[in-house]
């Protein structure tokens, strides 16, 4: 397959892992290395990287899983939207089986809720054009690599002047997850690779002060293994260099700058919410996003009358020490016991990009 | 008025209602109405219209409440009956290359076809929605028929139902089948054992990428074909140059991945597979690319996973790639001692990873 076999060569990623084990070598102490992005969990758990790194570097699974991060409280909230007569929720599917405080939105929609999976959120607008008599909400979350595609989508509305679209605002900024991360005394990195797709919106320079700040390098990294293996290499270059410094090796995708376009539309539709709850990590000051006033015909927080109640998490569920890295998933008493992906306690076991759903379903619980 | 007995055939009213029953029935209507699913006179027409004028064969034409079969040929054959029961609801009810007639009459040959049976005779029941066109129904009876007669089976006893609209969705039909083990063939999946080959029978995934991009959500074009196919001729000649497979089973929901571990459970035995062996067709793995999908996990309709002894491998690869249904026939695995009860596959960069079973639904109504 074009433009993907070329990234999963076998022969060079042997050639980059003899480099890589030659580069770890120089290094005395263990490394631990943060993958921020979800999309690299799951590539990383599909393509059986970690096993083939030198036994010095250690991974460590990041909270850039939009699923995993979403607080009970506000899968409460959008199920209770769903309940609404009146009201179709559209969704992308990964967030189907995320456990609320009591039940998720595959069993609202099995008690009758009207919840319709889409691709795009751009589906929405054609639903609500085919339901004139309804309300279509669409739950919207993810990181900058979805925002625009949800601001683009509310711009339409507008200009086609659909008035019975709206959308429940979930989206979370990637930046401040990691000065909270990164402020946290628990966690002792070595570098990050950083993410690919959301980069390709924001650019690298959002990045700068992880290198400048906190004295940390990291790699801007595609999603193909031998993206993974290359921006490892890159890490351990500039680790063995002493260096720290934003690099960007996803830079068939990815410019400096990012992209104006995406973010001139997330800024026209969003403004920067004062706190988000992350799930596992708490509130993070200036995390989320929320719709302008000027947008506010779309807002489903205002539209309709949302619980809006903060739920804490389970208590035997370790996703916040896992999502900061501090244990790894088969340490939670939980794991692959009370929470498995047909019934996750925890939003890591949700989503394939989470952390316990991959060690549960690529490595098994048996680890 | 008072009934003669005697000088009833006389009677030239009776005799002319006489007349007109003794014509075949006819359905005139351009759509199914309640009518058809009365038990009156439209559902006679419609049944000897459109399923005894296919199914066309004398067990059928004795229109009683039940097959009656004879015992004595059917124990010439062997001494065992398999009998099982499928139902059949995929949307849309065509798509390339075929449709839910063809499926239904494949996929039940195909239950029966894995255990080593021959299969000899099927049911057929339909549940219409009000408002089906009545060609579409022809044309799906047509196509059972047509592949009932590939598959050398005989449609023997049926049931027509019509619900209100809405109750089902266009159409569902359950095909339920009895067929016949020959002597000495005995497969099961609990004869598995350390040494034998996995073996299918060509690309997979095709059945439910077909379906995937049928329903036009996607807005993406391909050329992807469903596999529908009958395996009972493929697997009588397997059985005839090897009579000693130890378990075999057709790839459909779940996919290969959820036969393997079927097998590795019941068996309590490990399975290993070679990810570069695996056939996947190109476009199918684009698709899978581009939703997040994994091909071992889409369905097949024409499929078979075959485990052999391994010294018997070469023989009965070569006897499936002689036959249609197996010319690109290949090796994808082995069976091992280590990890009993998990199924392993080598990554193209030799990592390994567990293929789990799957968990939720990767695609609802697929056959």
Known sequence: MKYVDEFRAPEKAT?????????????????????????????????????????????????????????????????????????????????????????????????????????????SLQIAKDNPNQEIVFFGLGFETTAPSTAFTILQAAAE?????????????????????????????????????????????????????????????????????????????????NRCQVENQYHRLVEKAGNSIAINAINQVFAIRETFAWRGLGEIPDSGLEIRPEYAKFDAEVKFTIPG???????????????????????????????????????????????CAAYYKYKGCRV | MEFDAENSSLNPLFQKIAQVRHYQGRVTDSYITLAHGSGGKAMRDLIEDIFLQQFDNPILAQLEDQATLNLASLLQQGDRLAFTTDSYVVDPLFFPNSNIGELAVNGTVNDLAVSGAKP????????????????????????????????????VTGDTKVVHRGAVDKLFINTAGIGIIPVGINLSSSKIEQGDVIIVNGE??????????????????????????????????????????????????????????????????????????????????????????????????????????????????????????????????????SSPGIVLLKTTFGAERIVDMLVGEQLPRIC
Request: glycine share 8%.
């Open chain 1, 161 to 241: 002047n659909i008035t019975n679209f709206s959308m429940f605002c979930n989206h979370v900024l990637v930046i401040p997850a990691l000065k909270a991360l990164l402020d946290n005394p628990d966690l002792q990195l070595n570098g990050f690779i950083g993410p690919g797709h959301v980069s390709m919106v924001i650019g690298t320079d959002p990045y700068e002060f992880i290198s400048q700040q906190y004295h940390q390098p990291i790699v801007i990294a595609g999603f193909e293994p031998l993206d993974i293996f290359q921006s490892i290499w890159m890490l351990l270059k500039q680790i063995v260099e």
């Open chain 2, 204 to 337: 997979l995934g095709n059945h439910g990428a077909a379906i995937l991009i049928a329903r036009g959500e996607l807005a993406l074009e391909t050329s992807i074909e469903s596999d529908c196919q009958p395996l009972n001729d493929l697997i009588s000649k397997i059985l005839a140059i090897c009579p000693h497979v130890h378990a075999m089973r057709d790839a459909t929901r779940g996919g290969l991945a959820t036969v393997l571990n079927e097998f590795a459970i019941a068996a309590h035995v490990g399975i290993r597979l070679e990810d570069q062996c695996i056939p996947v067709k190109e476009e199918v793995r684009g698709i899978c690319e581009i939703l997040g999908l994994d091909p071992l996990y889409l369905a097949n309709e024409g499929k078979v996973v075959v485990v052999v002894p391994g010294e018997q491998a070469d023989l009965v690869l070569s006897a499936m790639r002689s036959h249609p249904a197996g010319k690109e026939s290949v090796i994808i695995g082995e069976v091992t001692l």
């Open chain 2, 120 to 155: 000899l005779y099927l049911s057929c029941s339909v549940i219409i929605e009000e408002g089906l066109p009545i060609e579409t129904l022809r044309r799906i009876a047509t196509s059972m028929q047509t592949a009932a007669k590939k598959a050398g089976v005989v449609i």
């Open chain 1, 309 to 355: 109640l903060k739920v804490a998490d389970h208590k035997a569920c370790k996703c916040g020490e896992i999502l900061k890295g501090v244990l790894k998933p088969w340490e939670c008493k939980v794991f692959g016991t009370a929470c498995t992906p047909e019934t996750p306690i925890g939003s890591c076991m949700v989503s394939s990009e989470g952390a």
């Open chain 1, 15 to 123: 050639a980059l892992l003899k480099e890589i084990q030659i580069l770890s070598q120089e290094i005395p102490q263990n490394l631990k290395i943060m993958e921020v992005c979800g999309g690299h969990t799951h590539a990383i758990f599909k393509y059986g990287i970690e096993e083939l790194l030198p036994n010095n570097i250690e991974l460590i699974h990041g909270p850039g899983c939009p699923v995993c991060v979403m607080p009970k409280g506000r899968i409460d909230d959008a199920i209770a939207i769903s309940k609404n007569p009146q009201v179709i929720l559209t969704t992308f599917g990964d967030t189907m089986r995320v456990p609320g405080s009591q039940t998720n939105l595959l069993q609202a929609k099995a008690q009758g809720a009207d919840v319709r999976i889409v691709y795009s959120p751009l589906d």
